[in-house]
């Protein structure tokens, strides 16, 4: 679309459901607030996601590792990380209609569910982490946190990585899975939702370093933002200001996305210090030091942390690809996905689906181009109705198999951004 400003979040929500790229949790039983599924389309689009995050950040780095750790941790965890005393949001309840709401996302002289004037008393504190009962007895012991972040999971394994793979600092764990926050008030699609993913990771350093590779992580944020398909212009870092930095932060950087409900944040990179493996070495009573293979003395590693969300990343791929333009005097919704993302890289049909000989050439090409991409069979409808389809779902190339292909051995593919459509041999094609 020319005019980012124009996508709403109508637009996104709509073509999401209509596509099958994320509907309600829970929908059929009227839904499940705060909670979403991804459709077929949306859950390859966020494992592409995914796997470019993993990919770039795991696998093609030699100074990074991952690790898969449970979500529902020992209790002491959140004790030792602070959670339990600080991981909480201002609560304020209408005296009215005893609808409850975040402080300071409302305002607070008029309720934003009755409209009752001066209803709210004092805030207090409401802890985000979902609790359960782990094993057959619900009693206080039993009590366990499902975990409101993957960073924890990572700090708790550092010395298990250390002993086993003798990685040299600086180096890094990532980790990428669900996380859960009880939201007060989950909002704006799946921006703030209870369920959600993150990606994350624990770089490990020497307190001296940190200036360095600090700006080293922006960097490589930036280039993967833009591999991952978001509109750099619509990001902005915005660096938290020193009285508003957590008590263990030197700096923190929230970057913000101009989001159809405004600009709001996507991720942060934060320079930890030596908070969390600190906090665990006093809790554990467990030495949680690095020793340097040049025989130094030991240390606790100070860390930097880059901290995805999955589903705000989705959101801002999706927002940064929307297009509209005009095709022969009708709107044209697309998405401008990168190739490397989008759900489906090829279309493949036959330009009359009642006609054997290309149904049988089509379905050979089909078969061919799914050995390495993925690919959709799509032969409803004529095919302007097939382009439209392909074109909302981000398809990059639709490939038509015509009479021509039968004398001539070519198809015709059609690019998704320009609607050109070129020749193209079968065996260039594969
Ligand atoms: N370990 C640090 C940490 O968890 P955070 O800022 O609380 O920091 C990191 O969360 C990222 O997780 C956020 O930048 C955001 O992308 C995502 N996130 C946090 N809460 C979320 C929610 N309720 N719904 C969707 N994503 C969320």
């Not at 679309?1 to 509907?23: N, P, T, Y």
């Not at 669900?178 to 990606?199: G, H, T």
Request: aromatic fraction near 10%; proline fraction near 4%; glycine fraction near 6%.
């Amino acid at each position: 679309m020319a005019d980012k400003d124009k996508v709403s979040l109508e637009d996104i929500v709509s073509l999401c459901k209509r596509r099958g790229f994320i509907f309600q949790g829970s929908e059929v039983y009227g839904g499940l607030a705060g909670t979403w599924d991804y459709g077929p389309l949306g859950v390859t689009l966020k494992k592409n996601l995914m796997n470019l995050w993993w990919k770039t950040f795991v696998e093609d780095r030699d100074d990074m590792v991952g690790v898969d750790a449970a979500i529902l941790m020992n209790p002491k965890t959140w004790q030792a990380s602070g959670h339990v005393d600080t991981f909480t949001d201002p609560l304020v309840e209408c005296s009215n209609c005893k609808g409850r709401f975040r402080e300071d996302k409302i305002d607070t002289s008029k309720c934003p569910a009755c409209g009752e004037k001066d209803s709210f008393g004092e805030a207090r504190q409401f802890n985000l982490m979902f609790e359960t009962i782990a094993g057959p007895v619900a009693d206080d012991d039993s009590k366990v946190y499902i975990r409101p972040e993957t960073a924890q999971g990572i700090f708790t394994n550092f010395k298990n990585v250390v002993d086993t793979l003798y990685p040299e600092v600086p180096f890094g764990i990532a980790q990428a899975g669900k996380a859960f926050r009880n939201e007060i008030s989950p909002r704006d699609f799946v921006f703030r939702s209870r369920e959600f993913e993150q990606m994350e990771i624990e770089y490990f350093i020497n307190e001296s370093d940190w200036e360095r590779l600090f700006e080293q992580w922006r960097a490589d944020i930036k280039a993967f933002l833009a591999e991952a398909g978001v509109n750099a212009e619509q990001v902005h870092e915005l660096e938290v200001p020193a009285d508003d930095l957590a008590h263990y932060s030197k700096r923190t950087i929230d970057y913000e996305f101009e989001y159809p409900h405004g600009k709001d944040e996507l991720l942060g990179l934060a320079y930890r210090t030596d908070f969390d493996l600190g906090n665990i070495q006093r809790a554990s009573g467990k030495k949680m030091e690095y020793r340097p293979k040049d025989g130094s003395p030991a240390f606790v590693p100070h860390v930097i942390e880059p901290s995805f969300g999955v589903e705000r990343l989705v959101m801002a791929v999706l927002c940064s690809a929307y297009s509209e333009d005009e095709q022969n005097g009708e709107k044209r919704v697309y998405l401008k996905l990168p190739e490397n993302i989008a759900p489906v890289k090829y279309c493949v049909s036959p330009l009359l689906k009642n006609k054997t000989e290309l149904v049988e050439k089509a379905r050979e090409v089909y078969t061919k181009l799914r050995e390495n991409n993925s690919v959709m069979w799509d032969d409803n409808g004529n095919i302007g109705k097939r382009y439209r389809r392909q074109d909302e779902i981000g398809t990059p190339y639709c490939v038509v198999i015509d009479f021509d292909t039968l004398e001539d051995g070519t198809v015709t593919v059609r690019d998704r951004d320009t609607t050109e459509q070129k020749r193209v041999k079968i065996e260039d094609l594969i």
